[in-house]
């Protein structure tokens, strides 16, 4: 993989645990500064932060809610106080509030919606306004900025009892493709759709065979992701080796969605 020439400023939203921890870590190991995002688990963000600086990085703790506009913008501010500027922002915060669709609150809507999606257009605004403060990138060189969402197979595979979910990532493909047609050549927008990944979360479906089994029989590796792959991804599509690559939504399932 073709490494940045420099380290790069990485914020990365919801990294105090799962997914988000081990994206954070691997940047850590690309020696890039990583803005660590929390909400509620500041110690898990303590622990994402001594291990993206115990691989060779450096790294910096922000709580803030990804729904709330100010703490948003306090969260760039910070970033830039402390580093000058950002290269990459992952937008990997997100959470769930399932129900039967005639019995879901407003609030259990709402709720899903403002983190998984107006969480990201926030962090995305920010980013494409500070972006939009650089020098063009000419044609033929790299982009002077990344932006990466964080999809779901469920943006195609429809999720009973989990519409509010579903929904949301959904909107976040044309979310990625709408961003990367308007700021293409400067900015490369893309997005990761993950399977079924072992994480803190999902170790109990796993666990239950009756649960899991009709699951795991439709995917082709016959395995569970693990969090370091979409990880990977992530770096790599922020790198220079994914200099012509943006408005893709990448599945990273093990197959799941070809059966």
């Known amino acids: 993989m ?68 100010k703490a948003v913008i306090a969260m760039f501010e910070a970033c830039m106080a402390t580093y000058a500027g950002i290269d990459v ?10 129900n039967s669709f005639s019995a879901m609150t407003l609030e259990e809507w709402q709720q899903v919606i403002n983190t998984n999606l107006t969480g990201q257009f926030l962090c995305a605004r920010q980013a494409i306004r500070y972006f939009e403060s650089k020098p063009a990138a000419d044609i033929d060189q790299p982009a ?32 990625t493709k709408s961003l990367a047609q308007e700021y293409a050549p400067e900015v490369r927008v893309n997005a990761v759709a993950p399977g079924w990944i072992v994480t803190p979360l999902s170790k109990g479906l796993f666990a239950n065979e009756a649960a899991s089994g009709p699951i795991m029989a439709r995917i082709p590796f016959a395995r569970w992701g693990e969090a370091r792959e979409i990880a990977d991804a992530i770096v790599y599509l922020a790198s220079p080796a994914a200099s012509y ?8 399932d093990g197959g799941y969605l070809t059966v």
């Open 144 to 175: 002077i900025g990344n932006i990466i969402f964080m999809s779901s197979v469920h943006d195609i595979i429809p999720w009973s009892g989990h519409v509010n979910y579903a929904s949301s990532k959904g909107a976040i493909v044309q979310l």
């Open 89 to 98: 922002l992952v937008c990997n915060a997100g959470l769930q509030r399932d």
């Open 245 to 252: 690559v943006t408005g893709i939504v990448l599945p990273i």
């Open 2 to 69: 073709t490494a940045p020439q420099s380290p790069q400023t990485v914020i990365v939203t919801g990294a105090s645990s799962g997914l988000g921890q081990a994206i954070a870590i691997a940047f850590g190991k690309q020696g890039a500064n990583v803005v660590i995002n929390y909400h509620n688990d500041e110690e898990g963000a303590k622990e994402t932060l001594e291990q993206v600086e115990a691989g060779g990085g450096k790294g910096m703790v922000v709580k803030a809610d990804v729904g709330d506009e």
